[in-house]
């Protein structure tokens, strides 16, 4: 058998006693690299067990020794960032410098958690009645866990752990089963970096360990970041348990570009954002709103595009990797089809692309529809390929009504010289993250990832001040010392302090 992927609990590496494996595939080639093992329910217990021990000393670890945790934590990173990237890129088939990335945008949000006693302090007000204070603290909800996509293996279940440790919470991850040893590399750092047993736990499989997590009372909050229809599962299964939230979900993200933009800057904006990872970004750019005469630059934008290249991540000429699974790459062409059969213009047409010596990856190539609208299959669905679709408006007022009418609310951005109209823009558009000639507008970590509408479930995003605020819970104090200045005076039989 191919090697077993572990488990990590109480601190250490274990083999799962599981008969159910999940086979983990490399998908330039098919071949089974790993198997990843469907957790027992007797190894959730004690998983979810040891956290909740854990918690009781962990939560009184000063907040000044937490920091330092993470300041080795995001050291070792560094010095492991090439290493981790080489496991991304046998199970997910990313470039090297694109997994590098995804290791990179990870790194910032540990450096971010060293930064936690700050984010940590409450807000006093002194004499708010004659003699008494008021000041709060914020402390740590107990045992968290985390849910995890296939596309960004190192960065997303870094948006969650080490933000929710520094608070004083232990943790839970459950990677995705398509890429999961990415996630056990990082549990060995972050166990080399000095993090008591049991603090991280790492148990693997789908939806049965997941559901688990959803219903188990010694869980007090749940992240997620995965597709929409499992997001809103996470989210009413997870608050009927009457757990704390948050689910980041799918996306359809618009560029508008407006006639005044610079020509080159918009091109070589679109080929990153659209088909950049192979599309496999929630904040992949997936449809294009040309407004007025830039419509005169598909044909130029489309050119751009078919010039781009998949490969293998040992080719450096490769632009992106294969698909996750022979599953999503039939999805994607299964939409390519239906974007013909419903009347788009397909101007680049990467379905049947071939990659030389790989002739089982998961590829798609580069794919560009133009005459696309809005009650198309392509324009509606997220594709999560690389396939851009191209929308005409006629003025900034009609692109901003067609993004707003999108379900979606995760990325877009606007192409312009004109401060006017992008003033406007970020005032009306209806989404959470706004770029401004700038193409995939993801916030480093000292803000949060604030996703809108169907892009997410809850109300304290990830990473940043919001982060901080999902994972503790304030407390406030109101205190009162007596003197012999201060009269004893009889029961107060009204609300008054
Ligand atoms: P997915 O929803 O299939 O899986 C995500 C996680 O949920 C995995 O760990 C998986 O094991 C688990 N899961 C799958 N089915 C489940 C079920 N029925 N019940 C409980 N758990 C289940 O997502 P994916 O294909 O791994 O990732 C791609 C999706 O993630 C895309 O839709 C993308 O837009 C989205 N995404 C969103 C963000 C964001 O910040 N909004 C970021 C990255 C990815």
């Given amino acids: 058998m191919a090697h077993q992927v572990q488990l990590f609990i109480n601190g250490e590496f274990v083999p799962s006693k599981s008969e159910r494996f999940i086979p983990v595939t490399d998908p330039a080639t098919q071949d089974v690299i790993a198997q990843v093992p469907c957790t027992t329910a007797e190894e959730m217990a004690f998983a979810i067990a040891s956290a909740k021990e854990a918690f009781k000393s962990w939560k009184e670890v000063p907040v000044s020794e937490r920091a330092r945790l993470m300041m080795r934590f995001a050291h070792l990173l560094k010095e492991h960032q090439a290493e981790i990237a080489d496991i991304i890129c046998r199970e997910l088939g990313k470039t090297v410098e694109d997994a590098k990335g995804d290791v990179w945008r990870g790194i910032e949000v540990v450096e ?244 030389a010596g790989y002739p089982n990856g998961n590829w798609v190539g580069p794919t560009v529809f133009s005459d696309v609208t809005p009650d198309m299959t392509i324009y509606k669905e997220e594709i999560f390929g690389p396939v851009l679709a191209t929308v005409n408006a006629a003025s900034l007022d009609e692109a901003i009504e067609l993004v707003n009418n999108s379900p979606y609310g995760n990325g877009t951005s606007i192409f312009t010289a004109s401060g006017a109209a992008a003033r406007k823009y970020q005032h009306e558009i209806e989404v959470g993250q706004v770029g401004i000639n700038i193409p995939i507008p993801v916030p480093l970590p000292f803000f949060s990832f604030t996703g809108w509408k169907g892009s997410f479930y809850g109300d304290q995003h990830a990473y940043g001040k919001q982060a901080v605020r999902f994972y503790t819970e304030t407390k406030t104090i109101t205190a009162r010392w007596f003197d012999d200045s201060i009269p004893v005076s009889g029961p107060n039989m009204s609300i008054n302090l």
């Avoid at 990872?277 to 595009?305: H, K, L, N, T």
Wanted: glycine share 8%.
């Fill in 112 to 355: 971010q958690a060293a930064n936690i006693p700050s984010l940590m302090m409450g807000e006093t007000v002194e004499n708010v009645a004659r003699s008494i204070d008021t000041y709060s603290y914020i402390q740590p909800l107990g045992v968290c866990a985390g849910i995890t996509p296939f596309n960004f293996p190192a960065m997303i279940p870094l948006w969650m752990f080490p933000m929710a440790i520094a608070c004083g919470n232990t943790f839970i991850l459950k990677p995705s089963e398509q890429d999961p040893m990415t996630v056990n590399k990082i549990a060995e750092l972050f166990a080399l970096a000095g993090a008591p047993a049991g603090v991280l736990q790492v148990v693997h499989g789908n939806k049965e360990q997941v559901d688990v997590l959803l219903r188990h009372p010694d869980i007090k909050a749940i992240s997620f970041v995965g597709s929409v229809n499992v997001g809103q599962y996470i989210y009413k299964t997870g608050t009927d348990h009457l757990k704390r939230v948050q689910a980041f979900a799918g996306a359809k993200n618009h560029m508008v570009i407006m006639p005044d933009a610079n020509k080159q800057q918009v091109i070589n904006a679109l080929v990153g954002a659209s088909v950049g990872a192979a599309g496999q970004r929630c904040m992949a750019i997936s449809v294009a709103v040309f407004v007025g005469d830039s419509q005169q630059w598909i044909p130029e934008v489309a050119a751009a595009i078919a010039k781009v290249r998949p490969g293998v991540y040992t080719d450096p000429e490769a632009a992106y990797g294969p698909q996750i699974s022979p599953q999503a790459k039939a999805r994607i062409l299964s939409l390519i089809e239906q974007g013909k059969v419903e009347g788009a213009t397909c101007l680049v047409d990467g379905s049947d692309v071939k990659v």
